[in-house]
């Protein structure tokens, strides 16, 4: 069962991002603050779960949170900055649109860049530990998801609507047919011309 609070009195957001490993696409992060008696039958780290319990999950956190919020970072800024610093971004960016400020952030993962003057705290494993860094998992990754299958139309080549811009060999192959289009990620080594796709 995963826990409801890291602290015993404290404002806890968690936060998760979706998408890092991904060769296409943003990478989505989002901060949830839930009530101290939320309760959400199946809730735990997304990638654990079905697309349809997700999605079912996604409008009981979004109708029930005290705040949540998503931020976003695309792949023309992660090529940029690098897929960690964007990572980092996209949740403070997410932070950033939260009405209730928070008192602690939960970070799922073992590395964060401080936001502002606020307290957190990394936890390996946190999607799966914590129900606010859990909510934040399933948002991130819906959110994320919809994304995808929004772009997928204008470039059905790539298979996105099954594989979500990850790096499948249908994904893969495509890139070798297709070449790059303009959601990819030109900064990762698969596109570099010194280090040839391999399959």
Request: with cysteine; hydrophobic share 35%; aromatic share 8%.
């Amino acid at each position: 069962m995963l826990k409801k609070s890291y602290t015993k009195d404290k404002i806890e957001a968690g936060c998760d991002e979706a998408g890092r490993g991904c060769l296409a696409g943003p990478v989505f992060a989002a901060a949830v603050i839930l009530p101290k008696r939320f309760k959400a039958p199946g809730l735990t780290d997304s990638k654990k779960i079905s697309e349809k319990l997700r999605n079912e999950l996604r409008v009981i956190i979004e109708e029930t949170a005290l705040d949540w919020a998503v931020g976003v970072v695309d792949n023309n800024e992660i090529d940029k900055i690098n897929i960690l610093n964007a990572s980092f971004l996209a949740m403070h960016r997410a932070i950033d649109q939260l009405k209730t400020k928070p008192e602690i952030l939960l970070i799922d993962g073992n590395r964060f860049n401080k936001y502002k003057d606020v307290e957190h705290q990394c936890i390996i494993g946190g999607d799966g530990k914590y129900l606010h860094i859990a909510a934040a998992s399933i948002l991130a990754k819906t959110h994320r998801d919809e994304y995808m299958k929004k772009i997928h139309d204008e470039h059905p080549e790539y298979g996105w609507l099954q594989n979500k811009g990850y790096a499948t060999l249908t994904h893969r192959n495509a890139i070798h047919k297709y070449g790059a289009c303009e959601y990819h990620r030109k900064s990762y080594a698969i596109f570099q011309p010194e280090l040839p796709l391999k399959f």
